[in-house]
């Protein structure tokens, strides 16, 4: 991936990084997802008589996914100069962010978009942008008609599994803590200098 964007990031720091959010996702779930899981799964089974193994496992998936979402769109990421308030259109660059995988898959296959944010995705908009769009997917993949309770666990055990496994990116990176008194924007912004990928390039 370096190679690809021409990228000065150190890899053994890639590496550290990709091991602090690694261990904290194992420790969310082990604590939090692993026993509302099993709560959800046996709750649904017991009271409402349905077996949601898939919907179940799905929250799963969403949840390692969105543990590491916040630095896939990295190589679209670009340095803010001084005295700069232009970024991309607001569209341009939450697409960046939700189809962050399949952008990746077409820079492996040579195609590269020329947008570029100076966006982290390291903040609460980005994650409430997230949620909606988790919101719109588990209506769309789990709701029925007429649409019943079970339906609307469905969507809120998945949109969950989504916001708690961004919000565990976003604790790995000291954007939130328990400290009113550090400002988060000032947290993002310095986790974000040592972590984000320089994109000095010229763009393709």
Request: aromatic letters at 14%.
């Amino acid at each position: 991936m370096n190679r690809r964007v021409k990228s000065k990031f150190p890899v053994y720091r890639m590496k550290e990084e990709t091991t602090e959010h690694v261990q904290q996702a194992v420790t969310v779930f082990s604590w939090l997802i692993l026993p509302l899981s099993l709560a959800y799964l046996l709750g649904n089974q017991i009271v409402l008589g349905q077996n949601v193994l898939w919907p179940t496992l799905w929250g799963i998936a969403v949840y390692f996914y969105s543990n590491f979402l916040p630095d896939l769109p990295s190589i679209y990421r670009r340095k803010k100069t001084d005295g700069e308030d232009r970024d991309i259109p607001w569209y341009e660059k939450y697409t960046i962010l939700l189809l962050a995988p399949i952008l990746i898959w077409l820079l492996f296959c040579g195609l590269r978009l020329s947008w570029k944010t100076t966006d982290t995705f390291h903040n609460f908009k980005a994650l409430a942008v997230y949620g909606a769009s988790l919101g719109a997917v588990g209506f769309l993949g789990f709701s029925g008609f007429p649409i019943l309770i079970g339906d609307i666990l469905k969507i809120l055990f998945f949109l969950s599994c989504g916001v708690i496994g961004f919000l565990a990116h976003l604790k790995v990176d000291k954007i939130w803590q328990n400290h009113p008194s550090i400002s988060s924007s000032t947290k993002s912004e310095a986790r974000t200098e040592t972590s984000s990928i320089n994109q000095d390039t010229s763009t393709s």
